[in-house]
């Protein structure tokens, strides 16, 4: 695949690994400066923490809320690096993003929508305003291989599909991670001395709770997800899955409410056995489970009215629902 050779879990030396990005990612910026985006998955951190141990106060981090993330979260990550020392800036772009999505449903559009939001709009402004010339980014070798696949395009690929970071930001991007899959990035991260609340985090997509509504994102159908993701995340978080998710869809269904019809949403929840996110096998879940995650999302989860559970393989199915 390409001219980036993948090294295997099995075959991580970590420290070495992790020495050699350090001087990697400090021989390229030199004396000047560069900026990352931290989300709080297990990939961005990592860069983050390669980063500042790299480059110290040559590392300018910001947490990029677009609007589209979890619960909570980034107040949550920005406290969490903080309290290890690392300074993150919380720059708020909901309303860039929101825009950037509107009257959207194609899932590639989407996708595409959110790598110009970020990269062309939200990023070369930071870039401009901190004089920074480089971008750290957690890109790992599954998202390369699949947006090469055609599987999916991944947001954060852009040199390996031919743009030009330098003629089209204004920045060149540092991927330190590129040769890793998730199982071995985190073993990179818990060397970094992260806790285990983040590098042992079940996989969270780039475009975030966007890649988990089927249908135009609003803020109000980012709302209810976000609503029902964290249910989710309560409920499976014991179960060792890979990955656990839920998702909204565009059609709604008819259910029945207070002995009255009531048209409303439907969820579908998504639970994953996988080792490197290429396949995936679902969870067997018990009914107890299924029952529980159905109750809690139709009561308190308003306007929703039908939640089911995915059953099919990865492939002809896919970890996420676009």
Known sequence: MLDIKEVEVKNLIVDKFIEEKVKEISSIVGNGLAVNALSGGVDSSAVTMLGHKALGKNLKTYFIDNGIMRQDEPEWVVKLFKDMGVNVELIDAK???????KGITDPEEKREAITNAFYKDV???LVKQSGARYLLQGTNYTDIEETV???????????????DTQQAYGYKVIEPL????KPAVRKVAQALSLPEEIFNRP??????????????VTPQRIELIRKATSIVEQELKSTQAFQYLAILHEDKVTGVRDGKRDFGFQVEVRCWDSTDAK????TKLSHDILATLADRIT???EGVVSVT???TKKPPSTIEAI
């Open 178 to 181: 590129v040769q890793l899959r």
């Open 279 to 282: 396949t995936g096998t679902p």
């Open 203 to 216: 996989p969270f997509p780039g475009p975030a709770l966007s890649a988990r509504v089927i249908g135009e």
């Open 95 to 101: 309303e860039e993003f929101f825009n950037a999505l």
């Open 123 to 125: 990023f070369t402004r």
């Open 299 to 301: 009561q308190e989860v």
């Open 309 to 311: 559970y995915n059953i």
């Open 149 to 163: 696949a055609g599987v999916k395009r991944q947001h954060n690929i852009l040199q390996q599909i031919g743009i």
